[in-house]
């Protein structure tokens, strides 16, 4: 009578407890690789966001416009630019599916609790109609934004030559530079953004070579 092999109880114990450790770590590697591929598609979304809305800025603030408003006393020209908020006039590009002269506001809204830093426009001509609603375009650049900071580069009332300033308000030219600084909740940054409108005045550079005007260390100072 042959004797029938088989396995003993203890090699599967053994077995099933490899098995199982076996299943464990290739779970836990499986885990770790989803964390992996979600972080850094996270981050790849992150990134574009910051360059579609870096982009948008610097395109509507290079295409800004000189408008003089009828519907006010002021003898400047419509732009509103102050340390947390900039409003200007822009000829948007029609292949963009908008067309025409606007009006561009690039603000930090902290009412709905996201805190975005927003680009809303209005048309010129709605601007200028007296049944005009009041009811302008949005568009969220970024989200749990901390703080914006603009500066603007030029000459303002008798100065001789052009320093940064934290406002332009009621001038009659175009600043020669914008600057813009955006500082997120979670500590980054976006890259400072210098953007210069195509119709403002020529830049005069203090030192032959250089390529931009350094802003000091205290641009208050200069108001």
């Given at each position: 009578?042959?004797?029938?092999?088989?396995?003993?109880?203890?090699?599967?114990?053994?077995?099933?407890?490899?098995?199982?450790?076996?299943?464990?770590?290739?779970?836990?590697?499986?885990?770790?690789?989803?964390?992996?591929?979600?972080?850094?598609?996270?981050t790849?979304?992150?990134?574009e966001?910051?360059r579609?809305?870096?982009?948008?800025?610097?395109?509507?603030?290079?295409?800004?416009?000189?408008?003089?408003?009828?519907?006010?006393?002021?003898?400047g020209i419509?732009?509103?630019?102050?340390?947390d908020?900039?409003?200007?006039?822009?000829n948007?590009?029609?292949?963009?599916?908008?067309?025409?002269v606007y009006?561009?506001?690039l603000?930090?809204?902290?009412?709905?609790?996201?805190?975005?830093?927003?680009?809303?426009?209005?048309?010129?001509?709605?601007?200028?109609?007296?049944?005009?609603?009041?009811?302008?375009?949005?568009?969220?650049?970024?989200?749990?934004?901390?703080?914006?900071?603009?500066?603007?580069?030029?000459?303002?009332?008798?100065?001789?030559?052009?320093?940064?300033?934290?406002?332009?308000?009621?001038?009659?030219?175009?600043?020669?530079?914008?600057?813009l600084?955006?500082?997120?909740?979670?500590?980054t940054?976006?890259?400072?953004?210098?953007?210069?409108?195509?119709?403002?005045?020529?830049?005069?550079?203090?030192?032959?070579?250089s390529?931009?005007?350094?802003?000091?260390?205290n641009?208050?100072?200069?108001?």
């Amino acid at each position: 009578m042959k004797r029938q092999h088989g396995f003993t109880l203890a090699e599967m114990i053994v077995a099933l407890a490899v098995s199982s450790l076996l299943v464990t770590l290739t779970y836990g590697a499986l885990r770790i690789g989803i964390r992996s591929w979600d972080a850094s598609q996270e981050t790849v979304t992150q990134i574009e966001t910051l360059r579609v809305g870096w982009q948008a800025v610097h395109s509507a603030i290079s295409e800004a416009v000189v408008r003089f408003d009828p519907t006010t006393q002021s003898e400047g020209i419509f732009f509103d630019g102050r340390p947390d908020r900039l409003k200007f006039t822009a000829n948007m590009p029609s292949h963009l599916g908008l067309g025409g002269v606007y009006i561009i506001e690039l603000l930090l809204d902290t009412q709905n609790g996201d805190d975005a830093f927003l680009l809303r426009r209005t048309l010129w001509v709605e601007h200028l109609q007296e049944t005009r609603e009041n009811n302008p375009q949005q568009a969220p650049l970024a989200e749990g934004v901390k703080q914006i900071r603009f500066r603007y580069f030029g000459t303002l009332n008798e100065e001789e030559t052009p320093s940064w300033h934290t406002q332009w308000t009621g001038q009659s030219t175009l600043p020669n530079l914008l600057r813009l600084d955006v500082e997120l909740k979670d500590g980054t940054h976006w890259p400072t953004l210098i953007a210069r409108p195509r119709i403002s005045p020529l830049i005069e550079l203090p030192d032959e070579g250089s390529a931009l005007p350094l802003e000091t260390a205290n641009p208050e100072a200069r108001l």
